[in-house]
């Protein structure tokens, strides 16, 4: 009777060792604890459905999009752009769908010179650059600047952003 006990336990236990990651995954992802491809933050995905639904189709010069890495061989680049005007300029957003994924491209203008910067959708500053109105684009070296820029940008947008 005590071997009968013993075994029943050994398979209980079996059982909840092997149930644990089961129902782990089953919350995270799927059944097999797989994350699913291709999810947006929340906040990232909101900012991409603002763009898609309220946004313009534009095409953007490639010049100081290829600083970013993003390239068209050569052509411009088609873009859907949310712009919008605050207390010290104009804010723009455009969303880059060129290499199959969701990328965001911020800009504003500073006087005579466009600040430009590359980020994912999970709001991480990926390239800036900046843009003179009568000059070639150049990568801004200045990290520090360049990332309080991109933070003021994304937070002009996140004000703004309907459903937060």
């Known amino acids: 009777m005590s071997a009968f006990v ?3 336990r050994t398979l209980l236990s ?4 092997l149930a644990v990651p089961l129902a782990t995954g089953a919350c995270s992802g799927d059944l097999f ?3 699913p491809r291709h999810t947006l933050p929340p906040r990232g995905d909101r900012l991409v459905r603002w763009i898609q639904v309220d946004g313009k189709d534009n095409m953007m010069a490639p010049e100081a999009l290829a600083f970013m890495g993003i390239t068209n061989e050569g052509r411009d680049i088609p ?24 990328e965001f491209v911020f ?7 466009l600040i430009l910067h590359q980020s994912d959708t999970k709001f991480a500053r990926l390239a800036s650059v900046r843009y003179p109105r009568n000059g070639k684009p150049t990568p801004i070296t200045d ?9 003021q940008q994304i937070g002009f947008w996140f004000s703004r952003m309907p459903g937060r």
Request: glycine share 6%.
């Open 6 to 8: 013993s075994s029943r």
């Open 14 to 17: 079996a059982a909840a060792i």
């Open 33 to 35: 604890g797989r994350q």
């Open 79 to 102: 873009v859907r752009q949310l712009a919008e005007d605050g207390s010290d300029g104009r804010y723009v957003v455009s969303l880059i769908n060129i290499r199959k994924i969701h």
């Open 107 to 113: 800009h504003r203008r500073q006087r005579d010179v």
């Open 143 to 151: 990290t520090a600047f360049a990332e309080s820029d991109f933070q």
